[in-house]
């Protein structure tokens, strides 16, 4: 199975402020990464997919970058509802593999 | 409305079966393939098992193959989980989530719904 190692776990950020994190995969996934939003007690909302598109609807302080083995979500602009867990996940192949997730929370 | 809706989670004892089911509304069921995703307590998304949209194709993580059995009706717009021989490590919320495209990329998610097997 290929390994997704995301970091930080945790991040404490304010309103206002840009953050970053980053996925790693154990192999080449041919941009086929995607990043999900989980607030608790609601559906996973998908982001970001095959590394840089917006879903549609969601606003443009999410971005996504990277290649290969490399991903990165910035959010610009921190809202309150932005603060969530953060997981990518990698659907090059069978099984599709998840990061740990990135838990962001109100400084 | 476009939506996901899991049933069928509940308490079961440990060796016993469970079903679960997922109906989907305002879109063309038939046309999606569909995954279900898990979600143990605090740990992270697993993905469990994915169906193609004519049903003619079926994924399962090592960890269920054998006793899960992932099946779908297009009449009924209804995915089901069949879990059969259940163990406490099965505890967890169960996602259903929408297939897009030819990598069935996972774009729309429901709610869960939460399997509890005691020992």
């Known amino acids: 199975d290929i390994q997704m190692t995301q970091s930080p776990s945790s991040l404490s950020a304010s309103v206002g402020d840009r953050v970053t994190v980053t996925c790693r995969a154990s192999?080449?996934?041919?941009?086929?990464l995607a990043w999900f939003q989980h607030r608790p007690g609601r559906a996973p909302k998908s982001l970001i997919y095959?590394?840089?598109y917006l879903e549609s609807g969601v606003p443009s302080r999410f971005s996504g970058s990277g290649s290969g083995t490399d991903f990165t979500l910035t959010i610009s602009n921190l809202q309150p509802e932005d603060f969530a867990t953060y997981y990518c996940?990698?659907?090059?192949?069978?099984?599709?593999?998840f990061g740990q997730g990135t838990k962001l929370e109100i400084k | 409305q476009v939506q996901l809706v899991e049933s069928g989670g509940g308490v079961v004892q440990s060796g016993r079966s469970l079903r679960l089911s997922c109906v989907a509304s305002?879109?063309?069921?038939?046309?999606?393939?569909i995954h279900w995703v898990r979600q143990a307590p605090g740990k992270g998304l697993e993905c469990v098992a994915v169906?193609?949209?004519?049903?003619?194709?079926?994924y399962y993580a090592e960890s269920v193959t054998g006793r899960f059995t992932i099946s779908r009706d297009n009449s009924k717009n209804t995915l089901y989980l069949q879990m059969n021989n259940l163990r406490a490590a099965d505890t967890a919320i169960y996602y259903c989530?929408?297939?897009?495209?030819?990598?069935?990329?996972?774009?729309?998610w429901g709610q869960g719904t939460l399997v509890t097997v005691s020992s």
């Open positions: 989530a929408r297939g897009e495209g030819r990598w069935l990329r996972l774009d729309l």
């Open positions: 095959a590394s840089t």
């Open positions: 996940q990698q659907y090059n192949v069978y099984p599709y593999t």
């Open positions: 192999q080449g996934i041919n941009d086929f």
């Open positions: 305002g879109f063309t069921f038939s046309k999606y393939g």
């Open positions: 169906i193609w949209s004519d049903g003619s194709y079926k």
